[in-house]
């Protein structure tokens, strides 16, 4: 999953325990047949195209006229050009000038020796939104823009019951990954102010205590007793 905070999805603000969520990331490899893997590679080479060409009218602008171009800008010299979902093309943008901003702070504490963007990629990380995203029981599907075909894929099993807000097509381990950020209810914490000891142990497992109470586990047993 990408790092950068442009392309992270926010944790929801909850008002009560039953509206309590937690933002989570789910990784899982892609089995995918012949067309598929055309499919996913054309995109990544696609989403490559928008980061030259961000990178490249960044610096040559710059270069003659000395002002740098907003992401805003960039973003609507780029939008309806590209092979890929709108948000999907966004996402790229947004993720160049996060590594100039990070590249500048870098410079500010006195590591010049960093550089801004400025080398050709060939493969990038392909990011659908929420706008892009279709989700029904375990099949996903991702859409690349009107007219164009989705990427479809079959979700794990543990997937399939949460609300999918982000998904990030990356190569790792020599295949396809997809990287998705999901919407699951929040566990309930615990409220009190009770601590307890833990203590590992040769003959039991774990012995749990709070000073009064003591919890004592062992392989396929446990014991309860009172101190």
């Known amino acids: 999953m990408s790092r950068c905070k442009n392309n992270a999805v926010k944790k929801p603000k909850a008002h009560s325990l039953e509206q309590a969520v937690d933002v989570l990331v789910g990784k899982f490899p892609l089995y995918l047949n012949l067309k598929q893997t055309l499919l996913v590679r054309n995109l990544q080479m696609e989403a490559a195209r928008v980061w030259n060409a961000a990178c490249n009218i960044h610096r040559t602008i710059y270069g003659r006229y000395g002002y740098w171009l907003s992401e805003g800008a960039i973003k609507a010299l780029l ?26 702070e870098l410079h500010l504490q006195g590591y010049t020796e960093w550089r801004y963007p400025y080398r050709r990629k060939r493969f990038f990380t392909v990011t659908w939104k929420k706008a892009a995203i279709t989700h029904k029981g375990r099949i996903l599907k991702l859409s690349n823009g009107w007219g164009r075909e989705p990427l479809m894929v079959k979700l794990p099993q543990r997937l399939t019951s949460t609300a999918i807000l982000q ?10 990954w997809l990287h998705v950020t999901v919407e699951k209810p929040a566990l309930l914490k615990v409220q009190g102010n009770v601590c307890a000891a833990i203590d590992p142990g040769e003959v039991h ?9 003591a919890l004592v586990i062992a392989a396929g047993c446990s014991g309860r007793s009172t101190a």
């Open 205 to 213: 497992a774990l012995t749990i205590t709070d000073g009064n109470d």
């Open 167 to 176: 998904a990030q097509l990356v190569w790792h381990r020599n295949q396809y």
């Open 79 to 104: 939008k309806g050009k590209y092979g890929l979902h709108s948000q999907s093309v966004q996402a790229v943008v947004e993720t160049y000038f996060e590594c100039c901003e990070r590249t500048r």
